[in-house]
């Protein structure tokens, strides 16, 4: 949360993450509207390109359509998924693990102490 105006007698602005503070002495909004531009991964070219907002939910991007392919999907806050080898790798690893007597009364005695 960033609190604009402070050291000032009016009352501060508080800003979230769908806006952003444009600096000056006066201190304007932006929003962020159906047909902006924004980041995010694609992925059909798998890498980081330059999308347009297709619907927003409270104020946030929930739809996207990249600008280089027109591939539509979710809004992923520029993160790119796990690859399908590394969720076979947790998954065959999970199967052994349980294989294992003793090891998962090990992982819940390692999650309490940590807690």
């Known amino acids: ?17 769908a ?6 002495w ?17 992925i059909k070219c798998k890498r980081l ?9 409270e104020g946030v991007p929930a739809k996207v359509r990249c600008r280089t392919c027109y591939n539509e999907g ?9 690859s399908k080898r590394d969720l076979k790798k947790a998954e065959l690893f999970n199967t052994v693990l349980s294989g294992i007597p003793g090891a998962a009364e090990a992982e819940e005695k390692k999650g309490a102490k940590k807690k």
């Open 1 to 17: 949360m960033v609190t604009a105006l402070e050291g000032r007698d009016e009352k501060p602005i508080e800003c979230d993450a």
């Open 19 to 24: 806006s952003m503070i444009v600096s000056g």
């Open 26 to 42: 006066e201190t304007f909004m932006f929003q962020l509207r159906l047909g902006d531009d924004v980041d995010d991964y694609c």
């Open 49 to 57: 390109t330059n999308h347009s907002i297709l619907s927003l939910v």
């Open 74 to 82: 979710p809004f992923r806050k520029c993160e790119a998924p796990p």
